[in-house]
């Protein structure tokens, strides 16, 4: 498998002096799906905003072979996707079909393939029907999936989802797991961030971890991170919590899917 | 969304009654009702008549919509208190002859003929405006009748803005409400001045929201490659419907204006006073 993201010695600093981003460096092979996971405020979707070059770090990227810079970003913007974690900032169109269709209107192609391009995203999250619907009378699990066909319509390699899960119901989030498996049977490339170890556990080939310092601390293999409870601990992605049956109060970790014996 | 706001009652994208004028193509409305408005405002108001007609036009094009007169009036009802309010001002405010003092203690109210034909003169002709306009929004969705507006030319940064607005402005009532709500779940009664300062504060974060969200809504386009043109797949045709439905209001125009026309003409001859020969 090819490399086909790059970062290394990321640094970002907001305007005001908050550090962003400490030390960053990573790779993603193409086609594989890599799960970001951290507390909020960790600094992840500051890394997505780097990565598509709307902020501008210090630091090496390195994205589908080419560097990311002024000259390569369009090819770059080309063949990356990201998905807003608000819906609302994503779908700025009067109608759902204005939307998934401005992407692919932008890269020029002609009014039939714009067409056929916007259908087939539409079809993919299962939204077939809602063209001239507008997008502020959508629910919100709607929203997410029409945030989400709305880059699949450039048919980009590389997927970069914000929390593509928070804020949805049960129903909403097994849906948008489907989603995502077909993208990944597509050979698509995942990045996606979150703090639902659920979703990470259904979804992710590699996890990396970002830490409250702002940089990442673990990488690798899902079933590894995922059993490493010192480090999800440490990280403010499970907690301690405690509870009573029978009247007798104990404390343990919380994690889903996990059953321990009383 | 609380039914209380009348902007989103008018904006609401209407349910279809598959009538004659939600099948036009946009820009035979905006073209044939923007005629009729044009026309309508330039009439000297003298000529009531005139204005009979335009209403009995009007009509027919409501006929034409099968919008129900109880809608229609409902929406109306909301926008003439507007106007009202407005107008209500300049009979006080314009010189000229006076027909009807008032006297109020010390203060004195004269009202003069030129301010009554100007009040005249903006409550008839902006309320017929506000009966076409009703007509059109309820015929034709926002997002059509943007398009119809950039295939006609309207310069594109003005459509792009307005369709930024109908998309946001939603989004914007909801946020406000957000900071009523929580505003008034922790409010329990204090002085004037600390609501000023409270509502104050509410605008600012307000303002800060809308501008990081534009900020953030700008990121989202260019990532999809904006390059400043907005474009779209949506694509009308005239049919021949239009053609006849555009003839047919330019016609009556026609002969509403001529009329017009003959009626100064023998106003000119007369030699009398343009009120006089009403």
């Known amino acids: ?40 405020g960790t600094g992840k979707s500051t890394l997505f905003m780097n990565l598509m070059g709307i902020l501008d ?3 090496y990227i390195e994205i589908m072979g080419l560097m990311l810079n002024k000259i390569n970003l369009k090819d770059i913007r080309r063949g990356v996707g990201m998905v807003f974690q608000n819906p609302d900032d994503q779908l700025f169109c009067p109608t759902v079909m204005d939307d998934v269709s401005f992407g692919p209107l932008n890269l020029g192609l002609n009014a039939d393939q714009v067409i056929e391009a916007s259908q087939k995203a539409l079809a993919l999250v299962d939204l077939q029907g809602y063209e001239s ?37 049960p129903r909403s989030i097994s849906k948008f797991i489907n989603i995502l498996y077909t ?55 499970v907690h301690q919590h405690r509870h009573r049956h029978d009247e007798v109060v104990h404390e343990h970790e919380h994690r889903h899917g996990y059953i321990h014996e009383h | 969304m609380r039914d209380g706001y009348f902007g989103l009652r008018l904006c609401r994208t209407m349910k279809l009654t598959n009538s004659l004028l939600e099948k ?37 094009i409501g006929f034409f919509s099968r919008i129900t007169p109880k809608q229609i009036l409902k929406k109306v009802c909301i926008l003439v208190p507007f106007v009202l309010f407005i107008a209500m001002f300049v009979p006080f405010i314009k010189e000229g002859n006076v027909c009807w003092s008032l006297k109020i203690s010390n203060w004195k109210f004269d009202i003069t003929y030129e301010g009554a034909w100007t009040f005249l003169n903006i409550i008839v002709k902006s309320t017929l405006s506000i009966f076409l306009l009703v007509i059109a929004t309820s015929t034709t969705t926002f997002p059509d009748f943007l398009k119809g507006l950039d295939m006609l030319r309207v310069p594109r940064l003005l459509v792009v803005l307005m369709s930024f607005m109908y998309r ?30 409270v509502m104050g504060y509410m605008i600012g974060v307000l303002f800060i929201r809308t501008f990081e969200r534009a900020e953030r809504i700008y990121s989202a386009m260019i990532i999809r490659g904006f390059s400043g043109e907005a474009l779209s797949v949506k694509r009308f045709r005239f049919s021949s419907m239009d053609i006849l439905f555009l003839v047919g209001i330019i016609v009556s125009l026609v002969c509403i204006v001529s009329g017009l026309v003959n009626k100064i003409e023998h106003i000119r001859v007369s030699g009398a006073h343009l009120w006089q020969g009403l």
């Not at chain 1, 993603?28 to 507390?39: L, P, R, S």
């Not at chain 1, 709305?150 to 048919?155: E, G, K, P, R």
């Not at chain 1, 990045?191 to 940089?215: M, N, P």
Request: with cysteine.
């Open chain 2, 168 to 197: 946001y402005i939603f989004v914007l009532i909801d946020e406000a409400r957000k900071l009523m709500r929580a505003r008034s779940l922790r409010y329990f009664g204090s002085r004037y001045k600390e609501q000023f300062r």
């Open chain 2, 24 to 60: 036009l193509d946009p820009r035979t409305k905006i073209i044939s009702f923007l005629s009729v408005i044009l026309c309508m405002i330039l009439t000297p108001i003298t000529r009531i008549r005139d204005f009979g007609l335009y209403f009995l036009l009007i009509l027919a």
């Open chain 1, 133 to 169: 619907r507008t997008s502020h009378h959508l629910s919100f699990g709607e929203k997410k999936r029409a945030a989400i066909a709305t880059v699949l319509s450039m048919n980009p390699r590389i997927l970069l989802l914000d929390e593509p899960t928070g804020g949805l119901d």
């Open chain 1, 57 to 59: 770090g210090v630091g």
């Open chain 1, 183 to 237: 993208l990944k049977s597509q050979g698509k490339t995942l990045l996606i961030v979150t703090h639902d170890l659920f979703l990470t556990q259904e979804i992710a080939d590699r996890v990396l971890v970002f830490s409250e310092e702002k940089k990442p601390v673990a990488v690798g293999d899902y079933k590894e991170i995922l059993k490493n409870y010192d480090l999800l601990l440490k990280n403010n992605l």
């Open chain 1, 1 to 40: 498998m090819a490399r086909i993201i790059k970062v290394s010695k990321l640094n970002y600093r907001y305007p005001d002096g908050t550090i962003g981003l400490k030390d960053v460096s990573f790779e993603v092979e193409e086609g594989e799906t890599m799960v970001i996971i951290g507390a909020n």
